[in-house]
């Protein structure tokens, strides 16, 4: 049986992320304004750490750069 990912999957968003989402309205409404595939890349990005402590300092550096509407790696 061979298994085949759904490439276009979203992971669901971290406890941490949505957290910060009810702190910074303007975060979230940033957040969704991204792209499905720079959203995507965050999510996958956060959710990828296996500490809490991780994910909210991965999302504390990256918050200029949601609210800037950059992807994960744009310049």
């Known amino acids: 049986m061979k298994v085949v990912a759904d490439e ?7 406890d941490e992320l949505a ?3 009810e702190e910074m309205p303007t975060l ?4 969704e ?5 720079r ?3 965050y999510l996958i990005y956060f959710s990828g750490a296996k ?3 991780t994910r909210a300092g991965r999302i ?4 200029e ?3 800037a509407g950059k992807g994960l790696r744009d310049r």
């Open 39 to 41: 959203q995507r890349e």
């Open 19 to 21: 957290n910060k989402f």
């Open 51 to 53: 500490q809490s402590k």
């Open 65 to 67: 750069r949601i609210l």
């Open 33 to 37: 304004a991204l792209t499905p595939g």
């Open 60 to 63: 504390e550096k990256h918050i």
């Open 8 to 14: 276009g999957a979203t992971p669901p968003i971290p």
């Open 28 to 31: 979230k409404d940033a957040f």
